[in-house]
Structures are given as C-alpha cells and as structure tokens.
C-alpha cells in the first residue's frame, strides 16, 4: 500500500495518509502534549492504553484502512513533519452530515493558524468526495481555540447541551457547529 499519499494540502499544510515512521510521533502525541488536555480529557481512550496496544490500534486506524472519502489523515507542515490528525465520522442520527475532529498535537504549533486551515481543507475535501449536505463538528465550552476556529470558517452553532458535565470545577457545555454544502461553496474562505 502506498504510504504518506497526500489528501489536499496548501502552501503552509498538508493532508495526508499516515507512513509507519509516523508511528513513533503518534506514540508520544499519546504520552504528552496540550492537546489532551482540551480533546474530551475525561473519556477513555487510546492515551490509557500500554504502548503496545497504542501501536496496533496506529496501524489498525491509520495503516490499514484507505477509505473514500478517507476517515482520518495526518496532519503535517509544509516540510512534512507530522504535527497532529483530523477524522471524520458519522454517527446514524445524523445520515445527512459528517462530523468531524481534529487534534494538533504538537503543543510549538498550536494557535498559528494550522487549524483554521486545516479544517478548511478537509471541509473542501469532504464536501468534494462525497454527496453528504452537512458538515458538523462538537466541542466543549472550554475550548475557546476550537469554537473560534469554527466561527472563523463559517460554521453556525445549531445546538447546545447545557451543563453536561463538570471538569475541573467548571460546568461545560456541549456545543454543536454545522456547516452546509450550499452555504460552503458560495462563502469566501
Ligand atoms: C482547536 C485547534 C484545532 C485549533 O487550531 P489552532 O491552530 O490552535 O487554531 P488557529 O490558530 O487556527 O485559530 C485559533 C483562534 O482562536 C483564538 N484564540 C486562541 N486562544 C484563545 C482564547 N483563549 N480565547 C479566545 N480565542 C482564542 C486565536 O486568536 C485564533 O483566532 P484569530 O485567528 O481570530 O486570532 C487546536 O488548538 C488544537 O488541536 N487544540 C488541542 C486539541 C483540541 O482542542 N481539539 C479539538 C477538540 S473538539
């Protein structure tokens, strides 16, 4: 299987499949970084587990499958150094949308700019390789950089989950971001 195919890239950011000598940053993204602190800290997942199991799940996620539209792809810079991942998914309740994450773990890239591009991009690349009408993303009321970068490009916030749960002494809400295809292709961005 070719490895590192680029997905859609910019001049400061590209998309791509992952290569296996991606594995050793994946594995430290799961160890450290800033980024775990703001991505759902409370729920369990890849991070808890011992680092073996961390690389099969990599290879699982990111080596074996190919899908089209792809499901997840790595995020590097310009000089291909790898700095983080976006995915999509699509929950039944909503057939219509693709939902979407993104996590730069890299804390030296973290507020430049690399996520307003980066989610445009895949937002380019998902409306253009499949037929769904919405694009939605879900953060938490914490998370001042996603709900920026998400107002940045146009998404309109369309629910609200008061109060779902407390974390370090604060209340958080769960907020629900959607763009739609029509709105996508006729905004500047
Ligand atoms: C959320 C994330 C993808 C955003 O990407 P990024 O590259 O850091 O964001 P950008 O630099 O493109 O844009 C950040 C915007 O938020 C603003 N911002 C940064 N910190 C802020 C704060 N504390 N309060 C308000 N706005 C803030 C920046 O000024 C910028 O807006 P501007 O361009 O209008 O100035 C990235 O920070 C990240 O991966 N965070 C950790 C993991 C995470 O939160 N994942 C998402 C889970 S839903």
Redesign the pocket.
């Known amino acids: 299987m070719k490895e590192g195919n680029v997905i859609i890239s910019s001049e400061s950011v590209i998309l791509r499949d992952a290569k296996e000598s991606d594995l050793d940053n994946y594995v430290k993204w799961m160890n450290e970084g800033?980024?775990k602190e703001?991505?759902a800290p409370w729920e369990k997942r890849i991070t808890d587990l011992p680092e073996e199991e961390i690389k099969v799940r990599f290879i699982e996620l990111y080596l074996s499958e190919r899908e089209e539209p792809r499901r997840r792809v790595i995020i590097a810079d310009k000089n291909d150094v790898p700095i983080?991942w976006m995915n999509r998914y699509n929950k039944d309740k909503y057939e219509n949308t693709w939902l979407v994450?993104?996590?730069?773990c890299e804390d030296g890239y973290?507020?430049?700019?690399?996520?307003?591009e980066c989610l445009r991009l895949w937002m380019d690349y998902l409306f253009n390789n499949s037929n769904k009408e919405n694009i939605g993303l879900k953060?938490y009321s914490f998370?001042?950089?996603?709900m920026?970068?998400a107002e940045?490009l146009g998404l309109e916030q369309r629910g609200i989950e008061p109060d779902i749960i407390e974390w370090k002494g604060e209340r958080l809400d769960r907020l629900f971001y959607s763009m739609d295809r029509v709105r996508w292709n006729s905004q500047k961005h």
């Open positions: 800033e980024w703001f991505d983080g994450g993104i996590d730069i973290l507020g430049k700019g690399y996520g307003t953060t998370n001042d950089r996603m920026r970068v940045k």
